[in-house]
């Protein structure tokens, strides 16, 4: 089956600017998840959408933000871009269940990311 | 506040053995993962631990210690084709949602 999908995979944007990013997660699973990686601080957790609801938040300002469709395509909004959001930024889907041998293993598909140049 | 520790760079010759280790300090801590990452590759799964205790998944296995908020990922007969960075990861949070990094073990195999 289809891996995550993210959407654009490039993109230059200049300080000051919003920018929307999509993913697309594989078929069936309905918790999307995303997270910025930088050189210097690895993957840092943005949220986490579950049923169109976000269930957690990392320790990013509110110019960060996402939703979640019906369909449990994600998207999500950086306004007003600053140098420093030049990022990788990364989708990860999983079928988040309540329990079971799998339930919270930690096991996320990772897509190949989006990557924003801020200039 | 949250936080994972793991070494910065690991250097190994092929068909060695070579551990990296992570401690963390993270609030309703579920579960330990481990994720691997080639350049400009997306993070793929390696492992998780959800209880104390090795798992071995083939030439890679994970250790957890929860008493001591330790774990680590042990690779055997490497390759090098395991040049990349290894992230360990804390499953957290109401129910298990979030999943917070460390900041990646680089791995260099050489021959």
């Known amino acids: 089956k289809a891996g995550v999908t993210q959407t654009p995979r490039y993109l230059i944007k200049t300080r000051g600017q919003q920018v929307t990013l999509s993913c697309s997660p594989i078929?069936?699973?309905?918790?999307v998840s995303w997270y910025q990686q930088t050189p210097g601080q690895g993957l840092q957790f943005l949220f986490e959408?579950?049923?169109?609801?976000?269930?957690n938040k990392g320790n990013f300002p509110g110019r960060f933000s996402g939703r979640q469709f019906s369909n449990s395509r994600s998207e999500m909004n950086v306004s007003t871009l600053e140098l420093g959001d030049s990022a990788l930024y990364l989708c990860?889907?999983?079928?988040?269940?309540?329990?079971?041998?799998?339930?919270?293993?930690?096991?996320?598909?990772f897509g190949e990311g989006s990557r924003l140049t801020v200039l | 506040g949250q936080s994972l520790e793991q070494p910065s760079e690991v250097t190994a010759v092929e068909g060695a053995i070579v551990q990296i280790n992570c401690t963390y300090q993270?609030?309703?801590?579920?579960?330990l993962s481990w994720y691997q990452q080639h350049d400009g590759g997306a993070p793929t799964f390696l492992s998780y631990?959800?209880?104390?205790g090795l798992e071995e998944t083939g030439r890679f296995s994970s250790f957890l210690s929860r008493s001591d908020s330790y774990g680590y990922l042990l690779l055997q007969e490497l390759q090098m084709k395991d040049s990349a960075s290894y992230f360990c990861?804390?499953?957290?949070?109401?129910?298990?949602?979030?999943?917070?990094f460390g900041k990646g073990t680089t791995l260099s195999v050489s021959s």
């Open positions: 990860a889907s999983r079928h988040r269940t309540s329990g079971g041998k799998h339930a919270n293993t930690g096991e996320l598909f």
């Open positions: 078929s069936g699973h309905r918790s």
């Open positions: 959408y579950f049923s169109e609801t976000q269930r």
């Open positions: 993270t609030s309703g801590f579920y579960g």
């Open positions: 631990n959800g209880l104390d």
């Open positions: 990861a804390a499953t957290s949070g109401q129910a298990g949602t979030a999943l917070i």
